[in-house]
């Protein structure tokens, strides 16, 4: 499975140097209907964390982790909480030099990616889907690093077809 963040190592045995080698590398010397073998470091700069929605009344509250203008950045992290008890940041270091911290950003939820462009509290969403008492898996992100990708998904043509509002 490719998660948000993977780096893209080599395709069919060839070193990716950057973006603009994908399409060559991709369809150069490829038979239709062949898998072709791809290298991915995952997730080098992701952190994965482990919190449990309560067994009883739910809230989109309740594990305590309050974002930015609805979007799946973290502002707060709430003292004592859920969240706080399940170690996440809410800042954490850059993916970039000059800077000793970031803000965190969740980019997936339980294995399901969710739209780095969401501003509807799509997490939240997320989450009610999933029982009562069940853990959630997240994968927190630095925000400088998301913020770069982001900027190169916008090149892409096609975007739409590549993010999901669910």
Do not use: C, W
Request: net charge positive.
């Amino acid at each position: 499975m490719i998660h948000f963040g993977d780096q893209l190592i080599e395709v069919n045995g060839k070193p990716v140097r950057g973006l603009h080698q994908f399409p060559a590398l991709f369809y150069a010397d490829v038979t239709p209907g062949v898998p072709i073998p791809l290298k991915l470091r995952s997730m080098p700069h992701g952190s994965t964390y482990v919190i449990k929605k309560p067994n009883d009344l739910y809230t989109p509250r309740s594990f305590g982790i309050i974002f930015h203008k609805k979007k799946n950045r973290i502002e707060e992290i709430v003292p004592l909480s859920k969240a706080a008890k399940a170690g996440i940041p809410a800042k954490m270091s850059p993916f970039l030099y000059g800077r000793s911290e970031v803000a965190s950003v969740i980019t997936e939820v339980d294995g399901i990616p969710l739209n780095p462009f969401a501003i509807n509290e799509q997490f939240y969403r997320r989450v009610e889907k999933v029982p009562n008492g069940s853990e959630v898996k997240l994968v927190i992100q630095p925000h400088d690093f998301v913020k770069l990708v982001k900027k190169q998904l916008k090149t892409t043509k096609n975007l739409k077809k590549f993010v999901h509002e669910n």
